[in-house]
T-cell receptor, first 111, second 110 residues
């Protein structure tokens, strides 16, 4: 069966520090991968999606970047965090794209 | 652009039925989804409906789709305290993207 992992589960970082969040998927090949951000009390905002290795599309201009160095690995990064980057970051995958499955999320607090 | 709207809050008594409503703007939506998010957790896919269907039932869950009005609803029968969560409506068009609503926070009162 397919599983999706995210780490770390929680992270507290100072403003201006770098960020690296990792997402890996098991049990499937060539998935579509997604990064979402959920700000406190708000819905989901799609940040990036990827249909293959090194193929990344960005939905909104922002302080973050994404990379997909391997088929089932999706990384969200920042060189310098802003206070507004705080939120709950969710990775998701889909194959055939009629269902999308989410990871457990990473709660990022920028101080 | 595409937009999905939901009311933000709903309160019901335990044992009553809950109805969570959603409207969307994209007439090319192929699939429509309901997700559940419990506190501090990721999203759990509850059910989805293909756009050429108007109803889908799965145990206590009933999804109704009015494609003409672009209206989707989720009915939870015999609502329990464990149903308290945020429920997200989402739609997918012919592309690779999913568009989510803001979520409806369901509170189940004893």
């Amino acid at each position: 069966s397919q599983t999706i992992h995210q780490w770390p589960a929680t992270l507290v970082q100072p403003v201006g520090s770098p960020l690296s969040l990792e997402c890996t998927v098991e049990g499937t090949s060539n998935p579509n991968l997604y990064w979402y951000r959920q700000a406190a009390g708000r819905g989901l905002q799609l940040l990036f999606y990827s249909i293959g290795i090194d193929q990344i599309s960005s939905e909104v201009p922002q302080n973050l970047s994404a990379s997909r160095p391997q088929d089932r690995q999706f990384i969200l990064s920042s060189k310098k965090l802003l206070l507004s980057d705080s939120g709950f970051y969710l990775c998701a995958w889909s194959v055939q794209a009629n269902e999308q499955f989410f990871g457990p999320g990473t709660r990022l607090t920028v101080l | 652009g595409e937009d999905v709207e939901q009311s933000l809050f709903l309160s019901v008594r335990e044992g009553d039925s809950s109805v969570i409503n959603c409207t969307y703007t994209d007439s090319s939506s192929t699939y429509l989804y309901w997700y559940k998010q419990e506190p501090g957790a990721g999203l759990q896919l509850l059910t989805y409906i293909f756009s050429n269907m108007d109803m889908k039932q799965d145990q206590r869950l009933t999804v109704l789709l009015n494609k003409k009005d672009k209206h989707l609803s989720l009915r939870i029968a015999d609502t329990q305290t464990g149903d308290s969560a945020i429920y997200f409506c989402a739609e997918r068009d012919y592309g690779q993207n999913f568009v989510f609503g803001p979520g409806t926070r369901l509170s189940v009162l004893p």
